[in-house]
């Protein structure tokens, strides 16, 4: 597929001048320039964490989660083991049988798997470990990640699928297995709808992990625990590759589905200064290889953090 796909709107440009938030001097076509020379359109919000001076482009709307839903998951778990309501030392097993389809951790593994429940939470973030997720999640329970989600006023962030309803649902939508590349079929993806998958926006994203960088999603030991987990993930091709510096920290989560890659991370310099950055894209290309739409999401963060840096 070449060009846009018209079936994705325009983005919208929202004023990044608007009453209590400094307008960056990298301005919206600017921003809108870089995302559509990647091939993407995007949304970004990034914040300094502790002064709460902000960036925000298309901020507000909302947007599939993918992966990224994996977050509010880590922090209601850490919340529970708090409570006493779990032990994150216990260990499960979880058979071949109970699997979900994915490219790594236990999904990619052949035979039963005896892991503790802390164990399941580090390969859900840092590999992005499907089955991992859906073992946990079906412990915690949607309810109570939402409930706290309302607790920390971030209600348009909500956790309604498993990972393996969420692959079940792509392979009925489109009456096929992976890959999904016809712009008619991603045009009927219910995972491509925030309205009816798991969804968040680029601010709350990034406002759930400042919650986590000031102890404040849980317990401060909890949350020194995240905070090692979430730099613990794997991938340096988004986020990541905006900071290419030895002593610039950069933690995250990546989210992936058909057209969309995001990632919402801290990116952290030796001075102390941190930044809670979340960027979300949908390419208008349905390939599966996009290193530009990957990459973007790597500058569009450096520009934002750069001009907070100011």
Request: overall charge negative; aromatic content about 6%; glycine content about 8%.
């Amino acid at each position: 597929m070449s060009g846009p796909d018209p079936k994705i709107p325009d983005p919208k440009v929202p004023d990044l001048a608007a009453p209590g938030v400094e307008a960056p001097r990298v301005g919206v076509p600017e921003l809108e320039a870089l995302f559509r020379a990647a091939g993407v359109r995007g949304r970004l919000f990034a914040a300094d964490i502790d002064t709460g001076r902000e960036v925000a482009y298309g901020a507000d709307e909302p947007m599939p989660t993918a992966s990224m839903f994996k977050v509010p998951l880590l922090v209601e778990f850490c919340r529970q083991a708090d409570a006493g309501l779990l032990d994150p030392r216990i260990r499960v097993t979880v058979t071949a049988a109970e699997r979900v389809s994915g490219p790594t951790g236990i999904s990619s593994m052949l035979d039963d798997v005896t892991i503790s429940l802390r164990d399941l939470a580090y390969l859900m973030i840092a590999v992005s470990d499907n089955t991992s997720a859906d073992t946990l999640l079906a412990r915690i329970g949607r309810d109570a990640i939402n409930a706290m989600l309302d607790g920390f006023g971030l209600a348009g962030t909500r956790v309604v699928h498993s990972c393996r309803e969420t692959n079940a649902s792509m392979a009925e939508d489109a009456g096929h297995g992976w890959p999904f590349l016809d712009s008619e079929d991603l045009a009927r993806l219910r995972v491509l709808d925030p309205a009816r998958t798991n969804r968040s926006t680029p601010r709350e994203l990034a406002g759930l992990l400042g919650l986590i960088w000031r102890d404040e999603a849980a317990s401060a030991e909890s949350c020194a625990w995240m905070r090692g987990v979430l730099n613990l993930q794997v991938w340096p091709h988004r986020l990541a590759s905006g900071f290419p510096y030895d002593d610039v920290g950069v933690s995250g989560k990546t989210g992936t589905l058909p057209t969309l890659r995001s990632e919402a991370g801290v990116v952290e310099y030796p001075d102390g200064g941190r930044y809670a950055v979340a960027v979300s894209t949908r390419s208008f290309s349905s390939a599966l290889n996009q290193p530009r739409a990957d990459a973007v999401i790597g500058t569009a963060a450096r520009m934002a953090v750069d001009h907070l840096r100011r």
